[in-house]
């Protein structure tokens, strides 16, 4: 399975724009890149899922270059309820799906 | 979206006793389920991929004698920690996939705070 690399850690005043980069070099060919969402105390939530280029839904936006070595959660307009540890993983979309967690990356949303 | 139900969300025990966690599927069925342990401020480790009708696969360093997974029928799955002790404390969230219902996406359960005496 690839292995992510994300920064260990971001803060962003409310209202602010974030995107936060994850990198996946050895993605394969029918790897999917998945982000979730984890609030202290609870399990991770599902936020968005692409192959390549841009996928848009109503909580945020993934961009995948070409190469889809990288790819980058973009959250409009952060609020406070944002706060939260986001994981990028990368995993056969038809496989095991035995996902391995990164570290994930700590969103500080400040007032 | 996909619901996954996992009871209890805390349980504290006393050492030596046992303790069963249970995950189910609400609006679909769920062929494979995955359990996870998280330790404070680290991430998800995977302890377990759980196939319906069959033994689960556990991952290394993860002793299948102190926790046994049981995956019943395709709506349910449950771990059981056997004579816990204090280091078996920890946060346990299971999460299920069915690729014909989520698109090969992972629900998760809200997870299970356990605490060993």
Same mark, same amino acid.
């Given at each position: 399975?690839?292995?992510? /690399? #994300?920064?260990?850690?971001?803060?962003?005043?409310?209202? #602010?724009?974030?995107?936060?980069?994850?990198?996946?070099?050895?993605?394969?060919?029918?790897?999917?890149?998945?982000?979730?969402? #984890?609030? $202290?105390?609870?399990? @991770?939530?599902?936020?968005? #899922?692409?192959?390549?280029?841009?996928? /848009?839904?109503?909580?945020?936006?993934?961009?995948?270059?070409?190469?889809?070595?990288?790819?980058?959660?973009?959250? @409009?307009?952060?609020?406070?309820?944002?706060?939260?540890?986001?994981?990028?993983?990368? *995993?056969? *979309?038809?496989?095991?799906?035995?996902?391995?967690? *990164?570290?994930? /990356?700590?969103?500080?949303?400040? $007032? | &979206?996909?619901?996954?139900?996992?009871?209890?969300?805390?349980?504290?025990? %006393?050492? &030596?006793?046992?303790?069963?966690?249970?995950?189910?599927?609400?609006?679909?069925?769920?062929?494979?389920?995955?359990?996870?342990?998280?330790?404070? %401020?680290?991430?998800?480790?995977?302890?377990?991929?759980?196939? +319906?009708?069959?033994?689960? =696969?556990? +991952?290394?360093?993860? +002793? %299948?004698?102190?926790?046994?997974?049981?995956?019943?029928?395709?709506?349910?799955? =449950?771990?059981?920690?056997?004579?816990?002790?204090?280091?078996?404390?920890?946060?346990?969230?299971?999460?299920?996939?069915?690729?014909?219902?989520?698109? +090969? %996406?992972?629900?998760? &359960?809200? &997870? =299970?705070?356990?605490?060993?005496?």
């Amino acid at each position: 399975l690839a292995k992510t /690399t #994300q920064p260990i850690s971001m803060d962003s005043y409310e209202g #602010q724009e974030v995107n936060i980069t994850c990198s996946h070099n050895n993605i394969a060919t029918n790897d999917y890149i998945t982000w979730y969402q #984890q609030f $202290p105390s609870q399990g @991770p939530r599902f936020i968005i #899922q692409g192959y390549k280029t841009k996928v /848009t839904n109503e909580v945020a936006s993934l961009f995948i270059p070409a190469d889809r070595k990288s790819s980058t959660l973009s959250l @409009p307009r952060v609020s406070l309820s944002d706060t939260a540890v986001y994981y990028c993983l990368v *995993g056969d *979309g038809a496989g095991s799906y035995q996902l391995t967690f *990164g570290k994930g /990356t700590k969103l500080s949303v400040i $007032p | &979206g996909a619901v996954v139900s996992q009871h209890p969300s805390w349980v504290i025990c %006393k050492s &030596g006793t046992s303790v069963k966690i249970e995950c189910r599927s609400l609006d679909f069925q769920a062929t494979t389920m995955f359990w996870y342990r998280q330790f404070p %401020k680290q991430s998800l480790m995977l302890m377990a991929t759980s196939n +319906e009708g069959s033994k689960a =696969t556990y +991952e290394q360093g993860v +002793e %299948k004698d102190k926790f046994l997974i049981n995956h019943a029928s395709l709506t349910l799955s =449950t771990l059981t920690v056997t004579s816990a002790h204090p280091e078996d404390s920890s946060f346990y969230i299971c999460s299920a996939r069915a690729p014909a219902v989520t698109n +090969e %996406k992972l629900f998760f &359960g809200s &997870g =299970t705070q356990l605490s060993v005496l």
